[in-house]
């Protein structure tokens, strides 16, 4: 299993536009990624659940995945999050 943790950098944290960006991304990596907030734990696939978490701007989360082989997907998703999602 492989984890980062990362600081969300979207402006208005994992809501609405930013967390569907992330969600779909995930979606078409073709991983599983799971991210954990405050010790819940949802699939990051799933914009339903993301926005459940509640994170904010600032907020750390941790993204995990299985599968070592997929350190380099991983890598390109955490630095998705850190990013602007909501900069067009």
């Given at each position: 299993m ?7 950098g ?6 609405a ?8 991304a ?8 799971d ?5 819940e734990?949802?699939?990051a696939a799933?914009?339903?659940e ?8 600032g ?6 995945t299985?599968n ?17 999602l909501?900069?067009?």
């Amino acid at each position: 299993m492989i984890s980062k943790t990362v600081t969300v950098g979207a402006a208005s944290g994992l809501h609405a536009r930013p967390a569907a960006r992330f969600s779909q991304a995930v979606a078409n990596s073709g991983i599983d990624v799971d991210i954990t907030f405050q010790g819940e734990t949802v699939d990051a696939a799933s914009v339903l659940e993301l926005m459940t978490l509640g994170v904010g701007n600032g907020d750390e989360v941790t993204l995990s995945t299985a599968n070592d082989a997929d350190a380099s997907t991983l890598d390109e998703l955490v630095a998705m999050l850190a990013s602007d999602l909501d900069a067009d």
